[in-house]
């Protein structure tokens, strides 16, 4: 199954297997990427440094190219060689019933937590709040800066569940990464701007991740008026309706994340198949 | 490329933070920065084991074009280091 080419290509066991990790020696290859990961976001990739990246991007012909060089390398399929570029490192927005299926039947034992390292790096804060499973959890093992100081670290399914479910009522946004294709290993909860997967795509324009296989619907006859989804979609799709004084979904710029449903105390939201509503089959 | 559009420069004196404070221990900049346009990352050809040598470290501007030009960055900057222009 291929990402971006939709039906839940998350939900293949396959990709979470011991298989696929021993294949690609994903075990030195993880271990080179985080043991230098706080330099990764800095180093020049194609001979291009990030720093700037958005008045490079404005540049006629040259902008274009290194937007696409960035996504080529990004949804790369192929084997991946270089640790130091985030080859083949491309994931999708999940709501948190997928998220919950991907934790109860797919994710490979064993399955820590470990501090978010966008929000360390951008924010200055550590927040343990990205689920890893099966060969990244062996090299975090090795590697005691990204083991929160706090809480546990070696969760159980259930717990793991629980910590999810905690992180997206919170208002973040379940994320779920290739690192590198084919092998899955994350399950982030993310805020903008902090986030280096999402800052791509919603700034630059750039295919970093890719919307969830769902949208977002309002049925307006519930809403209430209150705001409170306004202020808790990050991708800014719900806006404020001053004909009827409710909301209305700008549904090209939602994601799916299902976020919103948690603020909304009169159920008005819902989540639809993406595939259901014609306008936006395959716009991911 | 400034013909094309204009650009906001930020510059960090890397003489107050960095080489002599590390920049870990303040993160001030980081956390009064509405879009996030700087990253505190590690400077190249480290070995794990300087890993946490304060030498390693600096704060870069890396999303310069994303500032919004509030300007709280250069007042929370305890060492003075920033600095916006454009």
């Known amino acids: ?23 690609y020696n994903l075990r030195e290859f993880l271990l ?12 020049r990739v194609a001979g291009v440094s990030p720093a700037g990246l ?7 012909i040259i902008g274009r190219l290194i937007k ?9 399929n192929r084997a991946p060689k270089n640790p130091f570029r985030p080859e083949g490192h491309i994931g999708q927005v999940v709501p948190l019933e997928d998220a919950i299926a991907i934790l109860e039947h797919c994710a490979a034992e064993p399955i820590i937590q470990k501090n978010c390292m966008c929000r360390y790096m951008s924010r200055g804060e550590k927040e343990a709040c990205c689920i890893n499973f099966g060969v990244m959890s062996e090299i975090i093992d090795r590697l005691p800066r990204f083991i929160p100081e706090k809480e546990k670290y070696h969760l159980s399914r259930r717990e793991a569940i629980d910590r999810f479910k905690e992180h997206n009522r919170k208002g973040y946004i379940g994320t779920i ?40 619907v309002l049925d307006s006859r519930c809403c209430s008026g209150c705001m409170e989804c306004v202020a ?3 991708f800014g799709a719900i806006q404020p309706e001053p004909r009827d004084g409710g909301v209305r979904i700008i549904p090209y710029r939602c994601f799916g994340c299902g976020v919103c449903r948690h603020v909304c105390s009169t159920q008005a939201l819902s989540l639809l198949p993406r595939d259901e509503i014609p306008a936006l089959r395959g716009s991911y | 490329m400034g013909l094309i559009c204009r650009r906001t420069k930020i510059r960090i004196d890397y003489s107050l933070c960095g080489d002599s404070v590390d920049p870990r221990s303040c993160r001030r900049c980081l956390s009064v920065c509405a879009p996030a346009v700087f990253q505190l990352h590690q400077s190249f050809g480290v070995e794990e084991a300087n890993v946490f040598d304060p030498q390693s470290w600096r704060i870069t501007p890396l999303w310069p074009s ?19 222009s454009g």
Not at chain 2, 69 to 84: D, Q, S, T
């Open chain 1, 232 to 234: 808790a979609c990050q």
């Open chain 1, 1 to 23: 199954m291929k990402h971006g080419a939709g039906g839940k290509w998350y939900l293949n066991a396959r990709h979470y297997s011991e298989e696929i990790a021993a294949k």
């Open chain 1, 32 to 43: 080179e990427q985080y043991k230098n990961f706080e330099q990764i976001p800095v180093r």
């Open chain 2, 66 to 84: 994303l500032c919004n030009r509030c300007l709280k960055c250069v007042e929370a900057c305890p060492n003075g280091a920033i600095h916006v």
């Open chain 1, 68 to 76: 696409r060089t960035a996504e080529r390398l990004l949804a790369s």
């Open chain 1, 177 to 216: 990464w290739f690192g590198p294709f084919p092998y899955i290993n994350n399950l982030c909860s993310c805020a903008t701007p902090e986030c280096a997967g999402i800052r791509p795509r919603l700034d630059f324009g750039i295919h970093s991740i890719y919307k969830a296989e769902y949208v977002a």
């Open chain 1, 54 to 60: 958005g008045y490079k991007l404005r540049i006629p």
